[in-house]
């Protein structure tokens, strides 16, 4: 879907869907806006229910103050108007109250986007502008001057967070990729100190690495076909359970000894369709499509490792918060998650960046999944059904570890019962 090509009115319901639809806000909170070429400036109404927005519910706001449609604009029209203003280089404006964040907002303290390289990437450094009465000019002026010092996040005190950017998808991914950090955050300092990135770090996840030769395919096999269709699916499934983002998360599924497909770099994982996903085949991508940066580790695991079908990389906040702690993942919790993850080693930062040399040695029959620190948590399996569920798995059973140490200490199963379980399912 070519997102930039949909109405205003359309843009601004779409989004508004994906936020209030992944408990990012509610009934009454939050307002977006796109500013047009000619100075008009879509917004979101006041007063109407965010679950059930129409396109038809959209103002648009003149130049000159006019308001054409049905209903008076949002309440924080000002802050909008005022931002764009202060930044002409921005065309959308996103402004919620996605609980993570307003936890941020009630301490006072800014989330740390320093944990993910992606993160940072994508959000760059927060802002913070002091608490001022909501849809007030005073508000206005105070977030406005803030974004003047270049930050294009801003988080609100005692309020919420507005992000801004070039387009509608890049101010709501910015604002996504903020609530994934908080939320990541939120549970990490549970488990202990939180590692963050160093501006070399970061630079060596940034570093370009060697472009693939391009081909053109001639055909598309029946196996081919299908398997583009089942990673759509998979990926979509992933992001309506937040083990994705919609900027970060790769996945990848053999075709055959000399080919494999893989997600694309810079696609909205929501939007991801059939024609995206690139084939790559003898170490050459498709011609006119981008893989993912992953890619050589992949090709690196497939080529090492035959009998692995598939491959998933996620940043789901629960077992990312392992890897920016590098806290050890107990996986002895349940049968089911030491059945379907086994042990899960913590590889240290920067492996992922040797074209999968040393994740290679990693994984084996006995170890599926691995941990990468401050990146993400990699499955593998020999299908694509069996990455995805150690996905599932590892997220709950990291979720279920985290919220045991709220209540109590944890009692893994024993070492005699986890002999049994590997006798009877493991042997």
Not at 40 to 60: E, F, H, R, S, Y
Request: aromatic letters at 8%.
């Amino acid at each position: 879907m070519k997102f930039s090509l949909l109405h205003p009115r359309v843009q601004l319901v779409t989004i508004m869907e994906r936020i209030y639809g992944y408990g990012m806000t509610t009934t009454s909170g939050g307002n977006l806006s796109i500013l047009d070429e000619n100075g008009d400036m879509w917004i979101t109404p006041a007063g109407v229910d965010k679950g059930t927005l129409k396109p038809q519910d959209i103002i648009c706001v003149r130049p000159d103050g006019t308001i054409v449609g049905p209903h008076k604009p949002s309440s924080e029209y000002p802050f909008h108007r005022a931002i764009y203003e202060k930044r002409p280089d921005f065309r959308a404006i996103v402004h919620a109250h996605p609980p993570a964040l307003i936890a941020f907002s009630i301490a006072r303290q800014i989330p740390n986007t320093r944990i993910i390289t992606q993160a940072h990437t994508v959000c760059g450094q927060v802002g913070y502008a002091p608490y001022r009465l909501p849809g007030s000019a005073e508000l206005g002026a105070v977030i406005a001057e803030t974004f003047t010092q270049g930050f294009d996040v801003v988080l609100l005190e005692n309020h919420g967070v507005v992000t801004g950017g070039d387009s509608l998808l890049a101010a709501f991914q910015r604002f996504e990729t903020l609530d994934f950090c908080a939320r990541t955050l939120i549970q990490a300092q549970v488990l202990g100190e939180v590692h963050s990135l160093t501006d070399a770090e970061i630079a060596l996840a940034r570093a370009p690495g060697k472009k693939l030769a391009t081909f053109k395919p001639t055909f598309h096999t029946s196996r081919e076909r299908e398997l583009r269709q089942h990673i759509i699916e998979l990926v979509h499934r992933a992001y309506d359970q937040q083990l994705m983002t919609s900027t970060a998360g790769t996945v990848s599924a053999r075709v055959d000894e000399n080919s494999f497909l893989i997600t694309p770099y810079g696609v909205d994982r929501l939007y991801l369709d059939l024609d995206d996903v690139v084939l790559i085949r003898d170490g050459q991508r498709e011609r006119r499509k981008q893989p993912s940066r992953a890619t050589r580790m992949h090709m690196a695991i497939y080529q090492a490792h035959p009998t692995i079908g598939a491959i998933i990389t996620a940043q789901s906040p629960n077992a990312t918060a392992y890897s920016v702690t590098g806290r050890s993942f107990d996986t002895r919790t349940i049968p089911e998650s030491y059945i379907v993850l086994r042990d899960i080693p913590l590889l240290p930062y920067g492996v992922q960046f040797d074209e999968g040399k040393k994740v290679v040695k990693q994984l084996a029959k006995d170890t599926p999944v691995i941990l990468l620190q401050n990146d993400a948590i990699l499955t593998t399996g020999a299908t694509l059904m069996q990455a995805f569920d150690r996905l599932e798995v590892a997220e709950f059973s990291a979720r279920a570890v985290i919220d045991t140490m709220h209540i109590g200490e944890l009692v893994p199963i024993g070492a005699e019962e986890v002999k049994e379980l590997e006798a009877k399912f493991l042997s």
